[in-house]
């Protein structure tokens, strides 16, 4: 079981980045999974879901209106687009399916000017 997570970089605020998780060893359309992120010196927390056919996704309240969180089963990836990133968005971003307890290694987003 592997989750391979991808695109971070650094950005200027207001600026856009599009987040990918890339699954493997599982049967990737039956579950929902989680982008988390973790700052420097903060504890790692919850950012967005998405259930398993996509329908159905849930925001942290920071994010809501400027992350969408989607998913591709055909190619067994989830993504993460954020717009309008602001400094604090900054930290390593997770991919995490809950039913396996089974983290990514993890990308690094910076929104400095």
């Known amino acids: 079981v592997r989750l391979a997570e991808s695109g971070g970089g650094l950005v200027q605020p207001g600026g856009s980045l599009r987040l990918s998780c890339a699954a493997s060893?599982?049967?990737?359309?039956?579950?929902?999974l989680s982008w988390y992120r973790q700052a420097p010196g903060k504890e790692r927390e919850w950012v967005a879901g998405i259930s398993n056919s996509g329908a159905g996704t849930n925001y942290a309240a920071s994010v809501a209106g400027r992350f969408t969180i989607s998913r591709d089963n055909a190619k067994n990836t989830v993504y993460l687009q954020m717009n309008s990133l602001k400094p604090e968005d900054t930290a390593v971003y997770y991919c995490?399916?809950?039913?396996?307890?089974?983290w990514g290694q993890g990308t690094q987003v910076t929104v400095s000017s």
């Open positions: 995490y399916w809950g039913w396996g307890r089974v």
């Open positions: 060893g599982f049967a990737f359309s039956t579950y929902g």
